[in-house]
């Protein structure tokens, strides 16, 4: 079982940045990949960024040049770092990881405000 955290969330302003982090705890030897989602009021979730453990990345359109995501392996920890925040990025952050035994797991989420 993989235990996720995400943090690093709160109130930006339009145009600002933040670095959403998510530490993985427990067999995190069986994460294959991690990535963010995140969910905005009445919507569903959406998909944000995964990245590989051979560190490939990929982005929805929404994200692409202005998010990027990045592992750390020596501390187990995944970063977003987010730039040029619009206030229809508001939303929960969620992280997620993908084991090569074919299970899922997801962190408790992190709230992302963006509003002036």
């Known amino acids: 079982q993989v235990h996720l955290v995400e943090s690093g969330g709160g109130l930006v302003q339009p145009g600002g940045s933040l670095r959403l982090s998510c530490a993985a705890s427990?067999?995190?030897?069986?994460?294959?990949?991690m990535g963010w989602y995140r969910q905005a009021p009445g919507k569903q979730r959406e998909y944000v960024a995964t990245?590989?453990?051979?560190?490939?990345?990929n982005y929805a359109d929404s994200a692409k040049g202005r998010f990027t995501i990045s592992r750390d392996n020596a501390k187990n920890t995944v970063y977003l770092q987010m730039n040029s925040l619009k206030p229809e990025d508001t939303a929960v952050y969620y992280c997620?990881?993908?084991?090569?035994?074919?299970?899922?797991?997801w962190g408790q989420g992190t709230q992302v405000t963006v509003s002036s």
């Open positions: 427990g067999n995190i030897f069986s994460i294959s990949a």
């Open positions: 997620k990881c993908f084991t090569n035994f074919g299970t899922e797991y």
């Open positions: 990245i590989t453990s051979g560190d490939s990345a």
